[in-house]
Each structure stands twice: as C-alpha cells, then as structure tokens.
C-alpha cells in the first residue's frame, strides 16, 4: 500500500506547489502523493507511458488535483483525456485553481470534473478546504472499484 | 218682314193722305165751278131780289147728292133763296161779305160772290158735304186696308217660308261659327236642309270645318311633336322676341337655368340668363341687330359665361339664329351647358401639360410597336426629335439584347396588365442609359386595348448609385469583417487578460499570504506583537487587493455579459439580498422599513448585485448610527416607477454626486469605510444593461437615497 500513489497533484507553481505540499503534509498525505510539473508529465503518469512506461494501470491514484494554467497541455486538456479513456475516466479530479473564471468551470464540470475548488487567498482556508478534501477523498469516499476500469 | 210691313203701312197712308188731299181738292173745285154757275145764274134773282127764284135757281143743286145746304145772300145779307127750300132760314149762316172757303165737320162751306159786269151783287154759300168723299176714302181705306193685309199674310208666308229655307239654315251657320269660334271645336257640324245654294253653302262650311279640323290636329300634332323635340333637346332652346323678351322655353332651359317655364316666359333674356356685366352688351348686339339686320354672334357657335336663378355662374356654348315671320322677328337661341365639357378639356389639357413637362419620356404606340406619340421628355431622354420618332418601331431605342423583353412586354400589355420592368435604351446618338418603364395599355372607348403606354425613366443615375453603393456596402462589409475580427481578437486578448488576471493575480496574494501565515507560524515564539501586527497588515492588504480583483473581474464580465431577461418580483429578490446580508450586519441595530416592490422583467441575478450593493452601502454607511433605519420601496418619477434604497448613515456633500458612479471613485477614506470603488459603477452598469437610471441624492450626515428604474418595470 506504501508504493501506492494516492494523490497525483499537478502544479507548475513552486509557489502553490509548496504550499500545496505544506498543506498535505500537515495532514500527513505526503508520502502517497505525485507530483507532476504539467500537463504532459501528468498525462504520461496517469496513461504509464514515456517516463511512466513502467507503471500500471492497476494502481490509479485515488484523487487528482489539478491546476487549470500549465505549461505545454494545460488542466481542462489533461482533464478532457481522463474523462475522455474508460482507463481513466473513473479517477476522481478535482480542479484548483486561483481563477474564478466561469467559462474554465463550465467547461469544467460539462468534461466531468468531480470537484472545482477556487484557492481562496487566506492560506488558512486553503489549509482547511485540503484538510477537509484529503478526509474525504481519501479517508470516507470509496474508490471505484478496479473493474471500473476495464 | 217689319220692315216691308211699315213699308207698306207707310205707303198706304201716304195714298190715303193723297187721295184725302186729291178728294178735297177735287171736291172743293167741283163746289166751287159748281157755285160759279149758280151765281152766274143767280145774279137775276139778286139784281131783282126775287127769293123765289133764287130758290129755284138754288133747287138744281140737287143734281149734285153732296150739296147739304145752299143759300144766296144779298150784300146786305139777306137770304134771297135756300135749298133745301122747305130748311128754315134759321139754319143757314148770316154773312156778309165772305169769300173763299172753310172745311167743317165732314163738310166745306163755299162762299162765292155772284158778279155781274164787275158789279158785286151778292154772295152764294155753299155746304158741301164731304160724307161722299169719306165714303170714298173709306173704301179706300179698306181697299188699302185689306191690301196691306193680303201682302202682310203673303209677306209672313213668304217670310217663313224664305226663314225656313234661307235665314235658318243661314242662322245656323252663323250660329256654328259662333260655336266654332268661341269654343274651338271643329268637330261641330252645320246641318244642312237641301242642296241649293245654301246646301252647298253649308257643305263648303262644313268642308272648310274639316279642312280646319285636319289642320288643326296637324297643328296640334306639330306643336306637340315640336315641344317634345324641343324638351328632348340636349341643348337648352330660348326663343325671345325683338325686345329681348322670352317667349318660349324647353325643359333643359329650366333644367339649366332654375327657372320654370311659365316663370321664364314673359321675362327678359338679358336679365334671367345673362350676368350683369354682359347684359349691356347684350342688349347692344339686340339693337345692332335690329336696327342692320346683322350681328356678330348670329348664326354661329360662342362661349360664355351664363346666369343661373341661385346667382351662379357657368360655362356655355351658345348659337343665336333669326327667325323672321312675316315681320316679326324672333331669335332662336340654343344653349348647351359646358360646365363638364370644360372641366373635361381643362383636365385633358392638364394631363397634357402634365405630359408634356414631364421629365419622364413618355411615349404611345400601337400594338404593333409602331410610335404615335412622343413627348418632350422622350426628345431630350433618347435624342429623337417627335418628328422624327413618329411612324417608326419602338424597336429604334431598343438593344438587340432587349427585344425579347419588349415582346414579352407586350404580351402582358394584350393581356391587360400593366408592366414594369428595368431595362436599357439607345440614344440616337448612340450612347446607351437605364430606363425604369412602366407600360399600360390604352382603351378605347369599348374597352378594347389599341394601344400602349410607355412611360420610362432614365435610372442611369440611380445604376450608377446603386452599383456604387454596392461598391460601398462590399467595401463596408470587408471592413466590417475586418472590424469584427479586430474586435473579436481585441475580446480575445480582453478574455486574456481577464483570465490572467484573474488567475496570476490572484497566485501572488495567495502565496504573500500563505507565506506570511507560515512565516507567522514559524517564528511563533521569537515573533513581538509589533511583527505579527506587521503580519497581520500583509495579509489585510493581501485581503484588499483580492477583493479589488474580484470587484473588476466583476465589473468586466458585467460589461460584457449576455442579460437574461425573465419577470420576478423584486421583492423575492430583496429577501434573498436581505437573507445573505444579516450575519454581516450582526449585532447592530437595523430598522428595515421594506414597502410592496413591483415586478419586473430583468435578469435577476444582475438586479441581485444591484440590491446587494445598495444595501451593503446603506448598511456600510449607517455604522456610525445607533439606531440604523434602511428603507427600500417605490415611488413614481417622470411617469417611471423608481426603486429606492434609503438609509440614515453619514450621507454625502452632492457637489460630488456626478463622481459617485464613476470606477475607484470614492467620497470616504478607506479607514473610515471599506470599499474598491467599484461597486457603484457595477451598479450603474447592470442599471444601463436594463435601459434603466440610477441616481442618488443624500445630505451629508443625514443619509442617502439611492433611486433606480428598470424598464422592465411597468410604469404604474
């Protein structure tokens, strides 16, 4: 269960990414979570290729964070292929993003987003709402089961 | 009968007095030859005065039956002899002296002197009596008498008979002339008693009746057949008399002029029909004529103007004739009103001016193409000069590549329809122009269809126009085009900005104030109250800036967004705004006055942010009061119904009224009140999306009042 990735945290921001991580390890998700820097690194871990050649299909990460602006593919890209492969598309993702841009969260939820999560400037809710979402996704929400992903 | 009766009286007495005259004479000169020769004889019984013989002298008077009584006197007087001798001398007269004689009573007395040698020896008397005379004339008399009454009866025999056979039947006729004459009847008949020459007489008379009779019908007739014909004339026929006097008048006179005949007749022409000015000039032409027997008007056909009996005037056509009669002079006048004939010419003749001048090229052509007519305009539109276009095809002006919408042209016309179409000429020079035509057929008065109205206007102007328009409008629409990609790619670029704003604003202020927190965190023990003060500070900054950036994105996408418009009440509206709002307002002490709202039709969720910013500003604003009162309700103005958010806060100086809408603007400092300055021009904003007004009017340290219309409000 140690060598599972639980958590797949896409960031381009060190900034975000370090606090982001702040945050995580605060509630001890640390050690179960991924880190990609784009959109591509992302989508080369989730579908085990290039880099990722090695990994399988069997251990999907339980819950992706996604930023929306990244370099080379950007978040709504990446989220339309999840959605878009039946290998995939059972991961939840859950959209952070500093927008609030109502065009990114229709477009967002009409892809299949699970969540969408705008970071709110106080550090200290951003601390609770990654609190709260690690309980949740990772502690009381079931994950599908393996045949959901053919 | 009288008079041959008095005629015969009178001669009777005449011969009566002439024999009575004769008769006496007669008797009287016998008396006195007879007393002559007495006295001759007697002169000896007087010389001897011897009485007998005197009266035997006197006794052969006896011969004679009429001598009554004689006696022979003496110049003394003395009787010297009587007869009848036995009459005693008492009876006889005593004279002396007489001479001559004396008619009395039915007798004459002759005095005779008897004379002897020249010697008066005495006087013989004589009575003769005048009976046998009488008698005579009596027998006369009655001879006469019985004459005249034998003619008298012959005469009345006579008489009647002749009255019988020829004073009647002359009576008669007299009498059936009367007849005739005072009661017009020719059909009256005399009769007739025999064929003698009164017979005859009475068949000329009767004949002559029948000959007046058949003419009298003919003339009946005639004048029936006249008057008819002249009250069927069209035209109005007044015949007056020499003085100008109107002595006959038809039925269209009437009609035409108002005056009924019998009022007509008797008038004078001059003042029934003719209007004042032209009256003495009438009556000049009347006398000219009269006194030359030639007038200028006579005999022929004049226009003018004519009188009615309501004081109108109208156009009429008028020819006067002389009729002579025997010596009198009449004159006929026929008059026909030509009011509509007039008007009829002034329209026609409009219509041809109207023709004429206009600028349009209109021509006529029969249905076989051929040009019969050619205005001014089509001269100066095709060159062709009327003359010259006259006779020839139509198919002079036409493009050999039109023809065929000429044919087709003209068959609509045959049809009957009017056509219109756009099409190209060629001028007489050559040069070709754009016509408009619009072609009609041409009745005639059957309705049957002889011809063509071409009516074409030259458009080339407006080709040009148009085809430079349609230059323009392509050149308009690529710069459209090109206008529109500009400005969906400077939306484009806005949307990016936006977007980068949004989201790389915003990182920065998260990560100042997550590391500021942290920091805080870190430094938990060897941090003074003065740094985490400072700290705090950061991260209110870091609070500020974000709101600001939330304020303009706002404010950016309200400008740019798409309203949807749907009716709600306002005051659910209000609830809501209300509903979210008491936590902010906490503990203090508000007074909502909240009045009925209307409904309106608006996008909703703008119309929220409207209220939400109103009365987070009236809440804002009365911090400072104890006992805050907000009130929100309606009011009409200018005929709109405005909404108004009302509030006893710290108010504002209206001098910068105009200021309160405008971006950053704001009338406090930022340490008395929060704010971006942009939520007012928000506000204006959505108001200006619903074709609405915002304005305020507030005294400070009194409050304010925020009013609004929408025109999604039905004006109540």
């Known amino acids: 269960m140690n060598s599972a990735i639980e958590v797949l945290l896409v960031e381009d921001n060190p900034d975000d990414l370090e606090l982001a991580l702040f945050a995580l390890k605060k509630h001890n998700f640390a050690n179960t979570i991924h880190v990609a820097r784009d959109g591509e690194e992302a989508l080369d871990f989730l579908f085990c290729r290039n880099a990722y050649a090695g990994r399988s299909f069997d251990h999907p990460p339980r819950v992706v964070l996604l930023d929306l602006k990244l370099p080379k593919i950007d978040g709504l890209e990446v989220l339309r292929a999840i959605k878009n492969d039946p290998r995939t598309q059972a991961v939840p993702v859950v959209v952070m993003t500093s927008s609030k841009q109502q065009r990114d969260m229709i477009e967002g939820y009409k892809l299949g987003v699970n969540s969408y999560i705008q970071k709110p400037i106080d550090f200290a809710e951003f601390r609770e709402i990654i609190r709260q979402l690690g309980y949740y996704c990772l502690a009381i929400n079931q994950p599908p089961p393996p045949e959901a992903f053919q | 009968m009288l008079t041959s009766s008095v005629a015969l009286i009178l001669t009777s007495a005449a011969f009566i007095g002439y024999e009575l005259i004769s008769l006496r004479k007669t008797s009287l000169q016998n008396g006195e030859a007879l007393a002559q020769v007495i006295a001759a004889t007697s002169s000896a019984a007087l010389r001897f005065d011897d009485e007998t013989f005197g009266t035997e002298m006197l006794s052969k008077l006896a011969i004679d039956p009429t001598i009554v009584m004689a006696s022979l006197y003496d110049n003394d007087g003395k009787i010297l002899g009587r007869y009848p001798a036995e009459r005693p001398a008492a009876d006889f007269p005593k004279i002396r002296g007489a001479e ?192 030359t027997g030639e007038g200028p008007i006579l005999n022929r056909l004049i226009d003018i103007t004519a009188l009615r009996r309501d004081g109108t005037e109208f156009p009429v056509e008028l020819s006067i004739s002389p009729m002579k009669t025997g010596n009198v002079t009449t004159f006929c006048g026929f008059i026909t009103d030509i009011t509509e004939r ?169 990560h100042i104030d997550a590391f500021a927190q942290i920091l805080a ?25 974000g709101q600001l950036v939330d304020d303009l994105l706002n404010l950016s996408r309200v400008g740019r967004m798409e309203v949807r418009h749907r009716t709600i009440k306002l005051n659910a509206i209000v609830d809501v705004v209300l509903a979210e709002m008491k936590p902010e307002a906490g503990a203090r002490q508000i007074k909502w006055v909240l009045g009925e709202l209307p409904s309106a039709v608006c996008d909703p969720g703008l119309v929220k942010q409207v209220f939400t910013n109103l ?42 009224a105009d200021k309160l809408f405008g971006v950053f603007h704001r009338l406090h400092r930022a340490e008395d009140f929060e704010g971006t300055g942009v939520g007012l021009a928000t506000v204006q904003r959505i108001i200006h999306l619903h074709e609405g007004r915002i304005w305020a009017e507030a005294e400070l340290d009194k409050g304010a009042t925020f009013y609004f219309t929408l025109r999604g409000i039905s004006s109540t």
């Open chain 2, 100 to 291: 001559g004689h004396a008619f009395k009573g039915g007798a004459v007395r002759i005095f005779v002197p008897v004379k002897e040698k020249g010697e008066h020896l005495g006087t013989l008397f004589l009575k003769m009596d005048l009976e046998t005379m009488f008698e005579r004339l009596r027998l006369y008399a009655g001879i006469t008498c019985i004459v005249l009454l034998s003619c008298f009866l012959v005469a009345l025999a006579v008489s009647n008979w002749l009255q019988r056979s020829i004073s009647g039947p002359v009576l008669e006729l007299a009498e059936t002339a009367k007849t005739v004459s005072l009661k017009k009847d020719y059909l009256v008949r005399a009769r007739k008693y025999g064929s003698d020459e009164l017979g005859l007489l009475t068949d000329a008379f009767n004949h002559m009746l029948t000959q007046i009779h058949e003419r009298d019908v003919a003339l009946t007739e005639s004048e029936t057949r006249m008057r008819a014909v002249l009250n069927s004339a069209v035209s109005a026929v007044v015949v007056i008399d020499c003085a100008g006097l109107i002595i006959d008048w038809n039925s269209r006179a009437e009609q035409i002029f108002g005056w009924p005949r019998r009022e007509a007749v008797g008038r004078s022409l001059g003042e029934t029909i003719i209007p004042s000015r032209y009256r003495e000039r009438h009556q000049r032409g009347l006398n000219h004529f009269l006194a």
């Open chain 2, 342 to 510: 007039k008007q009829a010419a002034q329209a026609l003749s409009l219509l041809a001016a109207i023709v004429e001048s206009s600028d349009d090229a209109i021509i006529g052509k029969d249905l076989s193409g051929t040009i019969v007519s050619w205005n001014a305009g089509a001269e100066r539109m095709f060159g062709y000069t009327a003359a010259e276009a006259i006779g020839k095809k139509s198919a002079i002006l036409i493009p050999p590549d039109r023809l065929k919408e000429e044919s087709i042209a003209l068959a609509h016309i045959q049809e009957g329809r009017l056509t219109h179409f756009e099409s190209a000429r060629v001028r007489k020079d050559g040069k070709s122009l754009h016509v408009s035509v619009t072609m009609s057929p041409i009745k005639n008065a059957e309705g049957k269809i002889i011809g063509v109205s071409a009516s074409s206007r030259d458009i080339s102007d407006r080709i040009r126009a148009e085809e430079e328009i349609r230059a323009l409008n392509l050149r308009l629409e690529e710069r459209v085009l090109q206008r529109t990609a500009e400005l969906e790619a400077t939306n484009r670029e806005l949307e990016a900005f936006t977007y980068s704003v949004s989201h790389d604003l915003r990182a920065p202020l998260r």
């Open chain 2, 521 to 545: 965190d870190e430094l938990n023990a060897g941090m003074t109250a003065q740094g985490r003060k400072y700290i705090e500070r950061i991260r209110h900054g870091v609070q500020n800036m």
């Open chain 2, 615 to 656: 009365i987070s500003n009236a809440v804002k604003y009365t911090r400072p009061r104890e006992q805050a009162v907000i009130e929100i309700g309606k009011q009409t103005e200018e005929g709109a119904t405005a909404i108004f958010v009302r509030d006893n806060g710290v108010g504002f100086n209206m001098k910068y």
